[in-house]
């Protein structure tokens, strides 16, 4: 695998457009919209991601509401692999199990179809963002309840001063974007 350069990463940080004072103010919002839309960028940011999995023998790839979708079946394509949706509550047609966990301010839930996974499965979790880690870290033990491996989890931004890695360090993390502040 080789590593993104400092080129890369200029290219698709240049390609994020930053939205100060969203959604409250005080927070610099990293829009990626602008970054999906160019066909270099998004084809640029799946080669990187499954550059990083390819030797992974991944079986499955997690994509969580609403923006995992966008990167889990484009990277599941890539990797040879199944894609299956993590979704909020009400939203999948058959039986599920649920995952809840707490939020700075609240607590959410998880669900996946209780036969989305068999047992010893190799599984790549993929989001948008790595910020505090709740979800990602949900998402996995949701996964590992129905006895999955977790072959890794993958962002495209990382907002590492949020400390979100803390959470998941018995997994093999990895981010393309990472801002310091």
């Known amino acids: 695998m080789s590593p ?24 610099l ?3 990626i919209t602008t970054l999906l839309k160019d066909k270099t960028g998004l084809a640029m940011l799946i080669d990187k ?9 991944v079986d499955l790839v ?25 979704r909020k509550p009400g939203k999948l047609p058959a039986e599920c199990v649920s995952y809840d966990y ?9 669900q996946i179809h209780k036969d989305a996974i068999k047992r010893g499965q190799r599984v790549l979790i993929v989001d948008d963002l790595l910020a505090t880690g709740g979800t990602a870290e949900a998402t ?10 977790i072959a890794g989890l993958g962002f495209v931004v990382e907002l590492s001063f949020l400390n979100g890695r803390d959470k998941l360090k018995n997994y093999d993390v990895m981010s393309l974007l990472r801002y310091d502040k």
């Open 4 to 27: 993104v350069s400092v080129v890369e990463v200029d290219l698709l940080k240049k390609l994020i457009r930053e939205v100060p004072d969203f959604p409250k103010k005080g927070i």
């Open 29 to 31: 919002f990293y829009d």
């Open 49 to 57: 991601l499954s550059e990083h999995y390819i030797a992974q023998d």
């Open 62 to 86: 997690l994509g969580m509401e609403a923006r995992g979708f966008i990167f889990a079946p484009a990277l599941a394509y890539r990797l040879n692999a199944g894609f299956v949706p993590v």
């Open 102 to 110: 707490a939020l700075e301010y609240g607590s959410n839930t998880l």
């Open 140 to 149: 996995a033990k949701l996964a590992e309840s129905l006895g999955a491996k």
